[in-house]
Nanobody, 117 residues
Framework: QVQLVESGGDLVQPGGSLTLSCAAS????????MRWYRQVEGKEREWVAS?????????TYNDSVKDRFTISRDDARSTLYLQMNSLKPEDTAVYYC?????????WGQGTRVTVSS
């Protein structure tokens, strides 16, 4: 059974930093593309970043977070990370990790990030 469990969300001031984690289980983590999405209440879920298998590989990013966020993965620990720097109020959202297996999207429960002074 595929499980994705996000953690690390918090209240942070503008300009601050935060690291999110996603612990994965139930599938061969290193073989799959992993993604971060975020969602503001009342809006559609938005793709944030992706990384393919092999720890250390280069990620791809939504323009809104490029040069501020870094996606990474530890395949030995089946864990996905999102390092977020220079946070802005518009980064406030619930953040979800995602993977797609045989055409089916799997999601965690989300972790809430609030950027506010």
């Amino acid at each position: 059974q595929v499980q994705l469990v996000e953690s690390g969300g918090d209240l942070v001031q503008p300009g601050g930093s935060l690291t999110l984690s996603c612990a994965a289980s139930g599938f061969p983590f290193s073989s799959y593309v992993m993604r971060w999405y975020r969602q503001v209440e009342g809006k559609e879920r938005e793709w944030v970043a992706s990384t393919v298998g092999t720890s250390g590989s280069i990620g791809t990013y939504n323009d809104s977070v490029k040069d501020r966020f870094t996606i990474s993965r530890d395949d030995a620990r089946s864990t996905l990370y999102l390092q977020m720097n220079s946070l802005k109020p518009e980064d406030t959202a619930v953040y979800y990790c995602n993977t797609r297996i045989r055409g089916i999207d799997h999601w965690g429960q989300g972790t809430r990030v609030t950027v506010s002074s």
